[in-house]
């Protein structure tokens, strides 16, 4: 078949094709009683070596031209196109073929659904179709589709199928849109400490390891990032699921902005609101909770803690301190320097310390005390004014049973000491402390005045002998007689010391009482 030199030109058509061979047997349309010819199909396109070409194989019952020699054999030209009118051309057809409105009476084309001007190469079968443009490439396969171009100087691939899978060294990339009522989803995953792991495009099963990197989207999640963590310890990723729930993890979460971490969890060091230009506020319509195991710390040039029904404070096993540092926001002058004020106009105030059962703090009675560091006055004053109708209430000294366990009242067991050179007692009826920062206006005393050694009152060592008798007496009575006899001098005996030193007038110096 290779030398077809005033060889004829027929007419005819396929009637059997021979892959294997790359041939197929014409019968030639005027003669059909004849043999039918052998011939190969012509190559359109290949190199001196047949290593590249552009071959196809018609179907059988294709009309085609045919090339023959005088032995019987011959090459296929091509096919032979069947003319169409068009006035039969499908609208569909008609719509996508830009030349449709200028069509003659005679279409050689037959039914190509699209134009192919000159300088344009088309190729296509009954599903597939491969069309070179000047400046684009557009191969479709049944639904799926793919067209590379160039617009303004701009590359562009543009694809289209239900259903993708790339695989090469690095990545994988799937899509798959299952049909029917099943969502569609898209599956990522990388290979980047080790490329050698996906293996080859013909081996595309054959993945040696997994990816460590995924990238996925369906309907539960609509968008899923992870990337394991070394020892199976997690993964540090991102997702959002089907509910709007976005979730974000790892050994350590950051927020940068202008390239500043402004919020760190996990991690060597963990910090929220490092900075911030503007308001912050942290709002919850039900409970909120700050929960630290170690320290916790409020700073601000200005600090408020506001509760519109109750503020508790509550200290532990610890220490509460309440410490105002600083000076005093009013003018600095005497009884208008407050720098820490503890008020509560709607209700009372307590203070208490240590508890009414026996618990922890009993063996050291914890105490209270008011104290002036530097000196300044100790004021308990229950004011008259409109809120209470103009009366006052009781200051009460109580402490019934004097036991100090600190010894603050002195080797006589007093209960209520009152240390001062010169102490006042009385006043004038009606009139009251003066308000802060304004002086008292108790005067000097007038006559009759007691000025000197202050002797105890007379009921002091009287009420205490009769009760010093009366606890031994209960002594010896709750007790049995064999011990009875012990309790009971033991505890006069120890009695008698203090009932001493409360008869006794204070030595070293001399105090003053002055009563009205």
């Given at each position: 078949m290779s030398n077809f030199s005033g060889s004829a030109i027929n007419e005819g058509f396929i009637v059997s094709v021979n892959p294997l061979t790359y041939s197929a047997e014409v019968q030639e349309s005027s003669s059909l009683d004849t043999t039918p010819v052998e011939c190969c199909f012509l190559m359109q396109h290949t190199n001196s070596s047949e290593t590249g070409s552009l071959v196809s194989i018609f179907p059988i019952g294709t009309k085609v031209l045919y090339l023959v020699n005088g032995v019987n054999s011959g090459i296929i030209l091509g096919a032979v196109p069947t003319s169409s009118s068009s006035e039969f051309i499908d609208p569909d057809v008609i719509g996508d073929d830009p030349l449709a409105t200028m069509q003659s009476n005679e279409d050689f084309r037959g039914v190509l659904p699209t134009d192919v001007l000159p300088g344009q190469l088309s190729i296509s079968n009954n599903k597939s179709r491969l069309h070179v443009k000047e400046h684009s490439l557009d191969v479709r396969a049944g639904t799926a589709s793919m067209s590379l171009m160039e617009l303004s100087g701009k590359s562009k691939l543009i694809t289209t199928a239900d259903s993708i899978l790339h695989r090469n060294a690095l990545l994988n990339l799937e899509?798959?849109?299952?049909?029917?009522?099943?969502?569609?989803?898209?599956?990522?995953?990388?290979?980047?400490?080790?490329?050698?792991?996906?293996?080859?495009?013909?081996?595309?099963?054959?993945?040696?390891?997994?990816?460590?990197?995924?990238?996925?989207?369906?309907?539960?999640?609509?968008?899923?990032?992870?990337?394991?963590?070394?020892?199976?310890?997690?993964?540090?990723?991102?997702?959002?699921?089907?509910?709007?729930?976005?979730?974000?993890?790892?050994?350590?979460?950051?927020?940068?902005?202008?390239?500043?971490?402004?919020?760190?969890?996990?991690?060597?060091?963990?910090?929220?609101?490092?900075?911030?230009?503007?308001?912050?506020?942290?709002?919850s319509g039900k409970n909120l909770s700050l929960v630290s195991t170690a320290t916790s710390i409020l700073k601000g040039s200005v600090l408020e803690l506001d509760g519109s029904s109750s503020v508790s404070i509550a200290s532990g096993n610890g220490k509460l301190s309440l410490i105002a540092g600083g000076t005093a926001n009013l003018p600095a002058i005497p009884g208008r320097d407050e720098t820490l004020v503890l008020a509560s106009p709607s209700g009372g105030t307590r203070i208490t310390a240590g508890s009414y059962l026996p618990g922890v703090g009993s063996a050291t009675k914890p105490g209270i005390r008011i104290e002036s560091d530097s000196g300044g006055d100790v004021h308990l004053t229950s004011t008259f004014g409109p809120g209470g109708a103009f009366t006052t209430g009781s200051i009460v000294l109580d402490t019934a049973v004097p036991a100090s366990t600190a010894l603050s009242g002195g080797t006589g067991a007093y209960g209520v000491v009152v240390n001062s050179p010169n102490t006042l007692l009385g006043g004038l009826p009606g009139v009251g402390d003066t308000p802060a920062g304004f002086p008292s206006p108790w005067l000097a005393p007038v006559p009759p005045v007691i000025d000197g050694y202050v002797k105890h009152f007379h009921f002091m060592t009287t009420y205490n002998a009769t009760m010093v008798a009366t606890l031994t007496a209960a002594l010896a009575a709750c007790f049995p007689p064999i011990s009875a006899s012990t309790a009971a001098p033991l505890f006069s005996g120890a009695m008698a010391g203090v009932l001493t030193s409360m008869t006794a007038p204070p030595i070293g110096r001399s105090l003053g009482l002055h009563c009205y």
């Open positions: 899509v798959l849109d299952p049909g029917a009522d099943k969502a569609a989803s898209l599956e990522l995953s990388a290979f980047l400490n080790n490329k050698t792991a996906q293996g080859s495009f013909h081996t595309i099963e054959d993945v040696q390891e997994e990816a460590d990197f995924f990238i996925s989207m369906n309907a539960s999640n609509p968008l899923d990032i992870k990337y394991p963590l070394a020892g199976g310890k997690g993964s540090a990723g991102f997702s959002i699921d089907s509910k709007g729930v976005v979730t974000i993890s790892g050994n350590s979460v950051q927020f940068k902005s202008n390239g500043e971490v402004v919020q760190s969890w996990g991690g060597a060091e963990e910090s929220l609101n490092r900075t911030y230009s503007s308001d912050v506020s942290i709002k």
